[in-house]
Structure formats: C-alpha cells, structure tokens
C-alpha cells in the first residue's frame, strides 16, 4: 500500500518562514535556540516530526549562517536573511504590508515598492534552497503562509518533478481590499504555482477564487483550478488544528494540576479568573477587550479582586511600528484600569508582556472561569482549541469571536463580535454567570470537535488532497 505524504512511509519537505527554534543571542553575546512564536510552528512540529521530515526555514536571527543539522527528529534546513532583509521583506512586506491588508486592513497596510523587491528576492532564496534538498520526483513541499506566497511558482520552475502543497495560515481578504496590492497579479501567480491550495475557511478559498479569475483570467469550477497551460489545482478550506490528546494528557498530569492551584492561589483565590492570551498584535482586538472589561468594573457589574483579567500578551514584531503604537496604548489602558480598581496587593488585570513554555499555557487554562478570544480578524486562533483541548475537567466558558476561523467550527463557544463593545459585555457576563451544567455540555461538544479533528487529521486531508491532485495530473499527462 502507498503511504499518505507525511506518515512515516513518506517524508514531507515543510517551508515555512520560521524554522521551529529560534536563535536568541543573551546579554553576554551567547546564543540559545527558544521555541518559535504563533500557531503555524505548534502545529506544523508534531507533523515534520512523526514523518522524519525536513524544515526549511529562517532561524530568527539576522545574518545567521548555519549549517543543516538534526533536531528533535527532524532535519533543518537554515535559510539566512541579512538585516536588511529583516527589515524589509519581514518587518517590510510580510508584516507591514501583507498582513494588516489581509486581516481586512485592521492596521494600515504600507506600500514600498523596495520591500517587494526584498519578499521576491528571499522567496527565490527559499526556493532555491528546497530544490537544492529536496528528493526526486514526488517529493511532497509543503510550503507555509503569506511570506513565502511566491515560492510555489518559483519551485515549479526549478523542479516540476515535486508535488507542490500550499497553506494560507491566515485569512484572504475579499476582492475589494485585495485589489489594493499593487504586486496583485505576482502573488496571484506565485500560488498558482502549487498543486494545491489550503485555506483556514471556505471564505477565504472563495475569496481566493475570486481573486485568481480576476487577475490571472484562469477558469474555475469549483474548487477546482484550470490554468489555461493544461495543469489543473484545487483551492479549498482545511482548518487547522492542535495535537488534541498531548494537550489532554499534558491537562492531566499532576504536576499541571498543581501548578494550576497554585497559580489560583497567588491571584489571590478570586471567584472568577478572566483569562486572554494573544501575541501582541492589533488583529487580536485586545483593546476592545480591555474597553468592554474596564467598562463592566466602572459600572459596578464586575467586581475586583472578586473577578480578575490575567491578560497574557507575548512580544511580537517589536521593530514593526504599529506594533510598538499598539504596546504603548494597551499598556495605558491596563494602567487606567488598574489606577480606578486594584486594591493594595490585589491588581484587576495582571498583564504579563512575556511567553511562556506550553506546562506553563496548560496550567493557566486551567485555572481560568473564562477564556476570551476576541479577535478582529484572525485566521483559525489555535489558542481557543488548545483551550478546549486542555479542559478535561468539561468546565470553563469560552468567548469566541466570529471572525476567527475557529468559530466556524466551535459553536458552543459564547460568540460575540467584538466591534460590539456592548455585545462583548454582555457576552462576558453570560460566560462568567453559565451554569456548571450548561457549561460542561457547551465544553464537551467542543472538546468532541477538537479531539476528532486534530491536527493529524488536519495534515493527512492535507496531504492526501495534495496526492490526489497530484496523481489525476499524471494521468492525464500519460499517453
Ligand atoms: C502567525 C503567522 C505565522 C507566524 C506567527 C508568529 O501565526 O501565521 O506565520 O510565524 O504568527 O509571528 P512571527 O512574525 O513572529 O513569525
């Protein structure tokens, strides 16, 4: 029997942006690698590492020239970027112009014609670096997110032998907010170069459609692509996961247990902990967050220290301006909020601007009443599933925002939009008031969800998709 790609029998190339580990250098020049930020390296790893895989990827550091090495079964494969490369194809272009214009323009989106220049120079340096390591004919790539959007094409040129697989880990934008990029077509063409498409929602595969016929005049049916050169592909939503039962496992050790007593202890035994945890990025809608909290304290329907926000906030994109702008306004806000309402000893938010290790994640969703997911805009938020995949206890509310992709498919959550500051307070209320029983039966249809599609799952529609495609195109092209 043939293995699906990415089971062991068939080793897949993974390109993303980031490598799994970062190299962080310390105060006395020293190095260590750290765990990478944000949703695509937690869920990529257990699937590079169950097929004895390579990752080829940026090790986070500029001017950074390594060699390939071995780590926790995987191979790695550094790709260097120069600080100027940095600044401009990933500070630059990535994250000042793809991203707030694909999270429907909730930051400004800036157009730099040199920062373009940069994202097509270092895609044709991660291009070049998969075909140099990839195998023979039929090797799986699987190439990952908006920063590396170019690559499919630029690797079908050098190598068609390969079976080439892409993932938006992020929304695509509607026709109207798209049509702004001045590189529309370019992008647009650089997907067309996969055998497959994979999108977090169906939207964002129909946006995607739209987008292609509009610029690049290709047919569609259905999800189905046809290219006017003979090649077909597909592009269609597989929503991404977590790895359910080792977050359940992790949820259940005693030590998690314990951990996450203690942590309810030092905040002081409150009734209710509040719980958000987020990078801190302006697509998260922690403002809105902390204006409908603050809000419930001045109005006396939430009391501190009886009810507490732990507001977790991981550094991100430091260098990115509207970044620090953002930093800067929620670290007011919080001020505000705790100026009115801490007592001595007793904050009513504890903000922590800091990561920690996922022990640490699954102790805190435990010990929290509440959740809060609000995002403006977000692709799936892996954060609310690793919520539900840690509550084996079947408590704790979730408050989920509709426009992460996430509440398509947890629909027990309390689901709010979060532009609606009323609606949030009210939303809030209602998580925090629930009935145990309600609550239980809310959290075990989620928890049914989460554990039946994993992130295993998610890889193997995936990649058995990417085969499928990629064997009705041999056989057409067989005499
Ligand atoms: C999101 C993106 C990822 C990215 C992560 C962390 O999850 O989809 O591609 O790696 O954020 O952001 P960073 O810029 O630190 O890689």
Request: proline share 6%; hydrophobic share 40%; charged share 25%.
């Amino acid at each position: 029997m043939r293995g699906v790609a990415g089971t062991r029998e068939t080793p897949v190339v993974v390109v993303a942006n980031r490598l799994p580990v970062d190299q962080v250098t310390l105060g006395d020049g020293s190095t260590e690698w750290r765990p990478s930020p944000g949703g695509l390296v937690a869920a990529l790893e257990p699937v590079v590492q169950s097929s004895g895989g390579t990752w080829v990827g940026w090790p986070g550091a500029p001017d950074t020239e390594l060699d390939p090495f071995d780590a926790d079964g995987m191979h790695v494969v550094p790709v260097a970027l120069s600080a100027e490369e940095v600044a401009e194809y990933y500070e630059g272009f990535s994250n000042g112009t793809l991203w707030p214009l694909y999270h429907d323009v909730t930051g400004e989106p800036v157009f730099e014609r040199r920062w373009w220049d940069a994202y097509r120079t270092v895609n044709q340096r991660f291009a070049d670096a998969v075909a140099e390591v990839a195998d023979g004919p039929g090797t799986v790539v699987w190439v990952q997110d908006y920063q590396l959007q170019l690559v499919p094409d630029m690797l079908r040129r050098r190598r068609p032998d390969l079976r080439i697989g892409f993932f938006d880990h992020i929304p695509f934008p509607g026709w109207e907010i798209y049509a702004r990029l001045p590189w529309r077509k370019q992008i647009i063409d650089g997907l067309l170069g996969a055998d497959l498409i994979g999108f977090q929602r169906g939207g964002d595969a129909a946006n995607f459609l739209r987008a292609a016929r509009s610029t690049s005049g290709v047919v569609t049916r259905g999800s189905v692509i046809e290219r006017g050169d003979g090649r077909q592909l597909r592009a269609a939503a597989f929503p991404i996961s977590v790895d359910a039962a080792a977050l359940d496992e992790l949820s259940r050790r005693p030590e998690t247990l314990a951990r996450a007593a203690e942590l309810r202890r030092d905040l002081g035994n409150p009734t209710t902990i509040v719980l958000g945890v987020d990078r801190l990025d302006y697509t998260k809608g922690i403002l809105h967050r902390l204006r409908a909290y603050g809000e419930l304290l001045d109005e006396g329907r939430l009391g501190a220290p009886d009810v507490v926000l732990v507001q977790v906030a991981s550094p991100s994109r430091e260098r990115v301006e509207e970044y620090q702008r953002l930093r800067d306004e929620v670290e007011v806000t919080v001020g505000r909020i705790n100026g009115d309402h801490s007592a001595v000893g007793h904050p009513a938010v504890h903000y922590l601007h800091q990561t920690f290790p996922k022990e640490e994640m699954a102790a805190l969703y435990l010990a929290a009443d509440v959740l809060l997911v609000t995002p403006l805009r977000d692709g799936m938020n892996l954060v609310a599933k690793e919520y539900v995949a840690c509550r084996h206890d079947e408590r704790g509310s979730l408050v989920l925002s509709e426009f992460a992709g996430a509440a398509d498919e947890l629909r027990q959550a309390f689901l709010v939009n979060p532009w609606d500051i009323d609606g949030l307070k009210d939303a809030v209320l209602r998580a925090i008031a629930v009935a145990p029983a309600e609550a239980a039966r809310r959290m075990r249809a989620m928890r049914r969800r989460v554990s039946e599609f994993d992130v295993h799952r998610w890889a193997s529609a995936f990649l058995g998709g990417l085969e499928m495609v990629a064997e009705s195109k041999a056989e057409r092209a067989a005499p």
